[in-house]
């Protein structure tokens, strides 16, 4: 012993078995709040790229309606031309009966030969213009069936979004109540005596 010393600091307590279950306990919990946030932030990340996918083709949507919608105004732009050239025609018609005098089986002349060749160029103009609109309406036909089969996929997409937001939710609602009972159990521990300082003098009654 030491002349003149005092007693030498008694070394800390070794760590008793409650208090190292506790701390085991709080580092479970710990790693059970991370893991459920984690997996919130990853059904998060889906329900955003779903999110993302929807407003995508609703773009695609709205530009094949619009484009439908263009192909069924040029085919009635087509089909309002059709009358026009009935007149015309009607007046060739009247042009060969006055031509003919209103008599048939006669010899005719080339101006009625070629008032019949105008009428039957007017008549071929009128079928193909028929033919035109048609083919516009089934192109725009074709492209609203096209925007109902990716509105299915836009329904897909956002049911997937729904259940992927509902499961972030649950995980976020899952770490929270465990956070909350983690602080708690810190909160209800006794706090620990602190040790003794190094080289406090030494008790009354201690010999020198």
Do not use: C
Request: aromatic letters at 2%.
């Amino acid at each position: 012993m030491a002349a003149g010393g005092g007693a030498p600091p008694e070394p800390s307590a070794p760590a008793t078995p409650s208090a190292a279950r506790r701390s085991r306990w709080a580092g479970m919990q710990y790693a059970d709040i991370t893991k459920l946030r984690e997996l919130a932030a990853r059904h998060d990340r889906a329900a955003s790229r779903a999110q993302q996918r929807i407003a995508r083709l609703n773009t695609k949507i709205e530009k094949l309606r619009h484009h439908a919608t263009l192909l069924r105004e040029k085919g009635q732009k087509v089909l309002e031309e059709i009358p026009e050239i009935q007149q015309q025609i009607a007046q060739y018609e009247r042009d060969i009966q006055v031509a003919t005098g209103g008599k048939s089986g006669g010899p005719v002349s080339s101006d009625v030969t070629n008032l019949h060749f105008r009428i039957r160029k007017l008549q071929q103009k009128i079928v193909d213009r028929q033919r035109k609109a048609r083919n516009l309406d089934l192109r725009a036909a074709q492209l609203t069936q096209k925007t109902a089969e990716i509105k299915v996929k836009v329904d897909q997409f956002g049911e997937a979004a729904r259940s992927e937001e509902q499961e972030a939710a649950s995980y976020r609602q899952r770490a929270d109540r465990l956070q909350m009972v983690s602080e708690q159990d810190v909160a209800a521990r006794p706090p620990a005596a602190p040790p003794p300082p190094a080289g406090s003098p030494p008790e009354s009654g201690s010999p020198p």
